[in-house]
């Protein structure tokens, strides 16, 4: 488990990673940080997605079903809402985002682990109305996603085309992810109203496939393109643009097509496997992602920011057409265990969340949280 160090030790002890970057090698980290971190909530229950409302407040969901309004001036948390969920090893209340024209159509969207056929574990995308004080029950959208206690995704993102795009794993099957009649090990595209959006590749839900566990999901705010990140096994993490109709190639190819798990070069030709941006081995678990526009934090226009529960933010700088990772940053390394999930504010404030209380961790008393970091 990440080892806690005092805050105040840390610019001292800011480490650089090593790690290839496209054809680029991993620059030093700043010997100081442009920002300060704070707490706005604590008390938190495995916290899994972070999303800023449609009425400037942070919404956040829990493993175990609650979903909370997390005012971000005072830190004040009120319940919105709960789902009945199977919350079990990695499974449980997971991505949540909001209708496209959230005025009109005021609905909440939500993933989440449930009891299916015969008590097995499943996944499936729900919505709530919000009537200003609190969520109404859920309604189905799709079901019967493969989950399990391992590698349930799950991350939903608007796109600028309005359509819900979704994240799902390969929930511990590893074939799922090649076969697209399953909806395992894919990233999923809907309507708002869950139907299979028009010119999908395939003529179903399935967006691509080929993914093991992608669990960060963000498209530019400026050009449009999807980018996901994607726990490997214990090699090769990935972020990967992701492509309509595209094959990533799990579980035939780890990371690249360099044949370091056997004839990955000869699939990667048949199947036209995309390859990803950058990857990491030994891995780090990379989680949620989001991308920071404002100008508030010196440098950080731009970014590309992700968590991970080996405990540590992400900054990565992209080249001026998004295909390339030029430099990689590590913030907060070691100091507040397993993070879940980022979120940049509008006004250029940062928001993590911890995930101490996953099983997995070593909270502390306070565990879990949601840090702020704002410009000095």
């Known amino acids: 488990m990440p080892i806690r160090t005092p805050l105040h030790s840390f610019v001292a002890s800011l480490a650089i990673a090593v790690l290839a970057i496209g054809d680029c090698s991993q620059v030093a980290t700043p010997a100081a940080e442009d920002f300060t971190v704070t707490t706005l909530a604590s008390g938190l229950v495995t916290p899994w997605d972070l999303a800023w409302g449609p009425d400037s407040m942070i919404w956040v969901s829990e493993r175990g079903g609650r979903i909370s309004r997390v005012d971000p001036a005072t830190g004040r948390r009120a319940v919105a809402g709960a789902i009945a969920v199977r919350e079990s090893g990695e499974g449980g209340l997971m991505g949540i985002a909001f209708h496209p024209d959230f005025a009109h159509e005021p609905y909440v969207y939500a993933m989440h682990t449930y009891a299916g056929d015969a008590g097995a574990t499943m996944n499936r995308l729900v919505r709530m109305k919000w009537d200003g004080n609190s969520l109404g029950a859920p309604t189905v959208l799709l079901d019967r996603i ?94 990967n643009i992701i492509r309509k109709g595209g094959n990533y190639g799990w579980p035939e190819v780890h990371g690249r097509c360099d044949d370091d798990i056997g004839a990955e070069r000869a699939f990667c030709s048949a199947q036209n496997v995309i390859e990803p941006l950058t990857t990491w081995t030994p891995t780090i678990a990379p989680t949620g992602a989001d991308f920071y526009m404002s100008t508030r934090i010196n440098g950080w226009k731009g970014s590309l920011l992700f968590t991970a529960l080996s405990g540590t933010l992400y900054r990565a700088t992209l080249s001026a057409d998004g295909k390339q990772i030029t430099n990689m940053e590590k913030l907060l390394s070691g100091r507040f265990g397993r993070l879940r999930d980022v979120l940049a504010a509008p006004n250029g404030d940062v928001y993590v969340a911890t995930s101490n209380r996953d099983g997995r961790g070593s909270p502390a008393s306070d565990d879990d949280r949601i840090l702020r970091l704002s410009a000095r």
Do not use: C
């Open 146 to 239: 493969p989950g399990g206690g391992i590698h349930n995704g799950s991350r939903i993102a608007v796109g600028p085309d309005k359509m819900l795009y979704v994240t799902t794993g390969d929930a511990g099957s590893s074939g799922n992810a090649q076969n697209r009649s399953s909806l395992g090990g894919k990233i999923l595209r809907l309507t708002p109203e869950g139907r299979a959006a028009p010119d999908n590749p395939f003529g179903d839900v399935v967006w691509s496939y080929g993914h093991r566990n992608p669990q960060g999901l963000v498209f530019h705010p400026t050009t449009g393109v999807l980018y996901s990140t994607e726990h490997g096994p214990s090699d090769n993490d990935e972020v």
